[in-house]
């Protein structure tokens, strides 16, 4: 007979001793024995290692109490200042040339423009509206318990330390740090759920101008011939493209890994999740395990402030997200009044474009507030937009107006509460039908019984091949289907808006109007592998590849070499291919693969690379009037044997210095390989780097050229050159941009003047489930718990995450009670 696997249970020692610890600093000790049928009276924050919150309550609201203190506890001056930008406050208390980061980049605009961008939104009382809704479009009546509890315990732990009791230097005393409202997490759970689009189109969306009607007049009396129309449409598209490839390149990203039971050793089904979100502000993740006993118990990470887990894993399932190839919005060319144009043009009759007035506070530069107003313009389809990525749509003949497919969505707090309590994958992806709030990320996960799960079910506009077929421009087209192709970059629809029956239609199967039916959107369950690397389904596992609408992305193109890496990783160790012993994945050896820190780039382009430089005659390359000797470089990398960008590793950073200048914004196909991409062969073309072309031996000067000015020897261990400042201690950090092929992908810039790094590796977690017993994870969070320098919870995991080392999670009561580090808050 088999035997009933093992759940967490918790013990009532443990409530016993948590009962007394009113201090908040109680140890508790003890065995741990015997099941209880409720948790605690009072929300009750367990700390473990490396300060990492298990909060357990008998309520919804108890248990986002719990997590509003922890949370503003490690990080109150990170989330006092997100609820400053979506209440459209930065120019107030921080000027108005100040920059933002309201989107997935780092200062990405200005305070004043974030400001009046999300000015509207409240104008528009776009999340009051959604708020009265029943769900699925409004909030289940768990997600507003949790919120009502965590706007208290946020609030609870600012009245403790009062705005000048805050250790956090970056907020002490700080006019702006003020109690929260309800609504106040409900905007920012709204902001995160749109910034798929404030990135590409905030500025426009704020900048938008009616032109004056003798200039729109003397533009409609001249029209441009079709050739000259048709070269103005190629050169928006590839401008646009561009801007939109390099954005992505530098911006959020992930890989994620859902290994099914053929592919595992000794277990049943085991995921990788590996995001690569920004290092500081509001994108931020934080760690914690949320437990109410009967209905939830979720161990993992969030966007910080948002009281769930966004990714992680309960007793049966673990899953993750990667960003995809969905554009959450579209554009419709209105063709306007050359007389006035505020009117355009729909099936046959002029339109008015509805104006509004936005105001907001700025502070001036003797200190003193005034105001600044804007005019914004609308159309039936959306606002009308200046610009797409920082590239010119000008509003002349013709205007620009957006649909956000996710302007009406706070459907995920639904989505993910229901992730947090899921069975299977299955019952993931009947969640994710069921409440399509996923906002531009793919869904991977893996569970219990041994089956891993690819899915891009999300809020997708409802853009089948047919309907852009009829309705897109000739710019829609090229950027649609990108026949000026670069690798993630989604397709960006651009419809004709004098036909009102080219906006999105309604799908009665869609949980809300203009989305793409969801069964229509792709998924994959497998025994073996399923994984995604920001490619779009199509090779979710390359033996079964997936088709789709052109919407969510491409087929049948090249993949970038992040996505060959994974693919080659997982394949690989399954078969037992890769040197390691044995066949299958077991935690130790996935956790080896992806720190392991090898370059894909490196493995096809290397050799090519050293053959380049040794057979430069005399080792001379002019580089913009500068006649450099790479002769040094040629033994440095040809020394580099392991490929990898381990902190040990030498030639590694003259590598990236030469291959970011090779291939950065470019597509794989587009660099001078011999062989070129074949579509049935996708994960081992293209191949052999040439080494002649006159491109590799002028990247290579210019990365030597660029080394040697800064001062860095061609040689230089990664360890002395790729490292951050935590509290004046250098810390370094291990992998490489994405272009490099590495899974572990880290972004070095600028911070405040300062190395950093802005992207990359941040919550990783690795769990892996047998058919009994607790599920077994690991992970670390790369940039630590908390923002504040005063913490000791600062950098500790990023001095773990240097040394390729790991945090044993702590999920059960059990372990929980164990851990020597333990202290206990009782918020009573």
């Given at each position: 007979?088999?035997?009933?696997?093992?759940?967490?249970?918790?013990?009532?020692?443990?409530?016993?001793?948590?009962?007394?610890?009113?201090?908040?600093?109680?140890?508790?000790?003890?065995?741990?024995?015997?099941?209880?049928?409720?948790?605690?009276?009072?929300?009750?924050?367990?700390?473990?290692?490396?300060?990492?919150?298990?909060?357990?309550?008998?309520?919804?609201?108890?248990?986002?109490?719990?997590?509003?203190?922890?949370?503003?506890?490690?990080?109150?001056?990170?989330?006092?200042?997100?609820?400053?930008?979506?209440?459209?406050?930065?120019?107030?208390?921080?000027?108005?040339?100040?920059?933002?980061?309201?989107?997935?980049?780092?200062?990405?605009?200005?305070?004043?423009?974030?400001?009046?961008?999300?000015?509207?939104?409240?104008?528009?009382?776009?999340?009051?509206?959604?708020?009265?809704?029943?769900?699925?479009?409004?909030?289940?009546?768990?997600?507003?318990?949790?919120?009502?509890?965590?706007?208290?315990?946020?609030?609870?732990?600012?009245?403790?330390?009062?705005?000048?009791?805050?250790?956090?230097?970056?907020?002490?005393?700080?006019?702006?740090?003020?109690?929260?409202?309800?609504?106040?997490?409900?905007?920012?759970?709204?902001?995160?759920?749109?910034?798929?689009?404030?990135?590409?189109?905030?500025?426009?969306?704020?900048?938008?101008?009616?032109?004056?009607?003798?200039?729109?007049?003397?533009?409609?009396?001249?029209?441009?011939?079709?050739?000259?129309?048709?070269?103005?449409?190629?050169?928006?598209?590839?401008?646009?493209?561009?801007?939109?490839?390099?954005?992505?390149?530098?911006?959020?990203?992930?890989?994620?890994?859902?290994?099914?039971?053929?592919?595992?050793?000794?277990?049943?089904?085991?995921?990788?999740?590996?995001?690569?979100?920004?290092?500081?502000?509001?994108?931020?993740?934080?760690?914690?395990?949320?437990?109410?006993?009967?209905?939830?118990?979720?161990?993992?990470?969030?966007?910080?402030?948002?009281?769930?887990?966004?990714?992680?894993?309960?007793?049966?399932?673990?899953?993750?997200?990667?960003?995809?190839?969905?554009?959450?919005?579209?554009?419709?060319?209105?063709?306007?009044?050359?007389?006035?144009p505020t009117s355009y043009l729909v099936d046959g009759a002029w339109e008015k474009m509805t104006s509004q007035r936005v105001t907001v506070q700025v502070r001036n530069a003797d200190g003193s507030l005034g105001t600044v107003s804007r005019t914004l313009w609308s159309t039936r389809y959306g606002p009308v937009t200046a610009s797409v990525q920082g590239i010119a749509l000008p509003w002349v003949v013709s205007a620009h107006a957006v649909r956000d497919v996710n302007r009406d969505n706070l459907r995920a707090l639904n989505t993910w509460f229901h992730l947090d309590r899921a069975k299977d994958v299955r019952d993931v992806v009947n969640t994710l039908e069921t409440t399509q709030g996923v906002p531009f990320f793919n869904t991977i996960a893996a569970d219990r019984k041994g089956d891993a799960l690819y899915a891009d079910i999300q809020a997708t506009p409802n853009i089948t091949d047919e309907h852009a077929a009829s309705c897109l421009t000739e710019t829609g087209k090229l950027l649609f289907h990108q026949t000026l192709r670069l690798p993630n970059v989604p397709p960006i629809s651009i419809f004709d808006g004098k036909r009102a029956a080219c906006d999105w239609p309604d799908d009665p199967n869609?949980?809300?109007?203009?989305?793409?039916?969801?069964?229509?959107?792709?998924?994959?369950?497998?025994?073996?592998?399923?994984?995604?690397?920001?490619?779009?389904?199509?090779?979710?596992?390359?033996?079964?590849?997936?088709?789709?609408?052109?919407?969510?992305?491409?087929?049948?193109?090249?993949?970038?070499?992040?996505?060959?890496?994974?693919?080659?990783?997982?394949?690989?160790?399954?078969?037992?291919?890769?040197?390691?012993?044995?066949?299958?994945?077991?935690?130790?050896?996935?956790?080896?693969?992806?720190?392991?820190?090898?370059?894909?780039?490196?493995?096809?382009?290397?050799?090519?690379?050293?053959?380049?430089?040794?057979?430069?005659?005399?080792?001379?390359?002019?580089?913009?009037?500068?006649?450099?000797?790479?002769?040094?470089?040629?033994?440095?990398?040809?020394?580099?044997?392991?490929?990898?960008?381990?902190?040990?590793?030498?030639?590694?950073?003259?590598?990236?210095?030469?291959?970011?200048?090779?291939?950065?914004?470019?597509?794989?196909?587009?660099?001078?390989?011999?062989?070129?991409?074949?579509?049935?062969?996708?994960?081992?073309?293209?191949?052999?780097?040439?080494?002649?072309?006159?491109?590799?031996?002028?990247?290579?000067?210019?990365?030597?050229?660029?080394?040697?000015?800064?001062?860095?020897?061609?040689?230089?261990?990664?360890?002395?050159?790729?490292?951050?400042?935590?509290?004046?201690?250098?810390?370094?950090?291990?992998?490489?941009?994405?272009?490099?092929?590495?899974?572990?992908?880290?972004?070095?810039?600028?911070?405040?003047?300062?190395?950093?790094?802005?992207?990359?590796?941040?919550?990783?977690?690795?769990?892996?489930?047998?058919?009994?017993?607790?599920?077994?994870?690991?992970?670390?969070?790369?940039?630590?718990?908390?923002?504040?320098?005063?913490?000791?919870?600062?950098?500790?995991?990023?001095?773990?995450?240097?040394?390729?080392?790991?945090?044993?999670?702590?999920?059960?009561?059990?372990?929980?009670?164990?851990?020597?580090?333990?202290?206990?808050?009782?918020?009573?």
């Amino acid at each position: 007979m088999a035997r009933r696997r093992a759940r967490a249970r918790l013990p009532i020692a443990v409530m016993a001793a948590v009962a007394v610890a009113v201090t908040g600093t109680t140890a508790l000790t003890g065995p741990p024995a015997g099941p209880a049928a409720a948790g605690p009276d009072k929300p009750t924050i367990r700390y473990t290692e490396y300060g990492i919150p298990h909060i357990i309550a008998s309520t919804w609201e108890g248990l986002g109490t719990g997590y509003g203190y922890a949370a503003a506890k490690d990080n109150i001056c990170t989330l006092a200042d997100t609820y400053v930008m979506v209440n459209a406050q930065r120019s107030r208390y921080f000027g108005p040339d100040g920059k933002a980061s309201p989107g997935q980049s780092q200062n990405s605009t200005t305070n004043l423009n974030s400001d009046l961008y999300f000015q509207r939104v409240n104008d528009d009382r776009v999340v009051e509206r959604l708020l009265a809704q029943p769900a699925p479009n409004g909030p289940e009546p768990e997600v507003k318990e949790a919120i009502r509890g965590y706007v208290q315990g946020y609030n609870r732990y600012l009245a403790e330390t009062g705005v000048d009791g805050i250790t956090d230097p970056a907020c002490r005393g700080a006019a702006w740090v003020r109690p929260l409202t309800e609504l106040d997490v409900y905007r920012h759970a709204h902001a995160e759920i749109i910034m798929g689009t404030a990135d590409p189109l905030l500025d426009g969306l704020v900048t938008a101008a009616p032109p004056g009607a003798a200039a729109s007049a003397a533009a409609a009396a001249k029209p441009p011939t079709a050739a000259r129309r048709a070269q103005d449409a190629r050169e928006t598209a590839r401008k646009i493209r561009d801007a939109m490839a390099a954005s992505r390149r530098d911006g959020l990203g992930s890989n994620a890994l859902a290994v099914g039971s053929q592919g595992v050793s000794g277990g049943t089904g085991m995921l990788l999740a590996n995001p690569h979100f920004p290092w500081q502000g509001k994108n931020r993740m934080w760690q914690s395990q949320l437990t109410i006993p009967g209905q939830v118990n979720v161990s993992g990470a969030s966007l910080l402030g948002l009281p769930a887990v966004n990714i992680g894993h309960n007793d049966d399932v673990a899953w993750t997200h990667t960003v995809a190839t969905v554009a959450p919005f579209g554009l419709f060319d209105v063709q306007v009044d050359p007389f006035n144009p505020t009117s355009y043009l729909v099936d046959g009759a002029w339109e008015k474009m509805t104006s509004q007035r936005v105001t907001v506070q700025v502070r001036n530069a003797d200190g003193s507030l005034g105001t600044v107003s804007r005019t914004l313009w609308s159309t039936r389809y959306g606002p009308v937009t200046a610009s797409v990525q920082g590239i010119a749509l000008p509003w002349v003949v013709s205007a620009h107006a957006v649909r956000d497919v996710n302007r009406d969505n706070l459907r995920a707090l639904n989505t993910w509460f229901h992730l947090d309590r899921a069975k299977d994958v299955r019952d993931v992806v009947n969640t994710l039908e069921t409440t399509q709030g996923v906002p531009f990320f793919n869904t991977i996960a893996a569970d219990r019984k041994g089956d891993a799960l690819y899915a891009d079910i999300q809020a997708t506009p409802n853009i089948t091949d047919e309907h852009a077929a009829s309705c897109l421009t000739e710019t829609g087209k090229l950027l649609f289907h990108q026949t000026l192709r670069l690798p993630n970059v989604p397709p960006i629809s651009i419809f004709d808006g004098k036909r009102a029956a080219c906006d999105w239609p309604d799908d009665p199967n869609a949980v809300a109007p203009g989305l793409l039916d969801p069964r229509k959107q792709p998924r994959l369950i497998r025994s073996d592998f399923v994984g995604n690397a920001n490619d779009s389904a199509w090779l979710a596992n390359p033996e079964e590849p997936l088709s789709f609408p052109r919407v969510m992305g491409d087929t049948g193109a090249p993949r970038s070499l992040r996505t060959q890496e994974l693919i080659l990783t997982a394949r690989n160790r399954i078969d037992g291919n890769d040197g390691l012993p044995g066949r299958g994945f077991t935690p130790e050896n996935m956790r080896a693969l992806l720190f392991a820190d090898n370059s894909r780039a490196a493995d096809l382009a290397l050799n090519a690379t050293v053959k380049a430089c040794q057979d430069t005659p005399f080792g001379l390359v002019l580089v913009d009037g500068n006649l450099v000797n790479i002769s040094e470089a040629c033994p440095v990398l040809a020394a580099w044997k392991s490929h990898d960008f381990t902190l040990d590793s030498r030639g590694s950073w003259l590598f990236e210095n030469y291959w970011y200048r090779l291939a950065g914004g470019k597509g794989v196909e587009a660099l001078p390989w011999k062989v070129p991409f074949d579509p049935k062969d996708p994960v081992h073309t293209p191949n052999s780097l040439d080494p002649g072309n006159n491109a590799v031996r002028d990247s290579l000067a210019r990365a030597v050229l660029a080394m040697r000015q800064a001062g860095i020897p061609l040689n230089a261990a990664l360890s002395d050159v790729q490292k951050v400042t935590r509290n004046g201690e250098g810390i370094p950090i291990h992998g490489a941009v994405h272009e490099l092929g590495v899974l572990n992908v880290v972004t070095p810039g600028q911070v405040n003047g300062v190395f950093d790094i802005t992207f990359g590796s941040s919550f990783i977690q690795q769990v892996a489930f047998t058919a009994e017993g607790p599920p077994r994870a690991s992970s670390v969070l790369a940039y630590s718990q908390s923002a504040d320098p005063t913490s000791p919870h600062y950098a500790d995991q990023t001095r773990l995450f240097s040394a390729g080392q790991w945090v044993t999670e702590r999920y059960t009561e059990e372990q929980i009670a164990a851990s020597p580090a333990l202290r206990t808050k009782i918020l009573d």
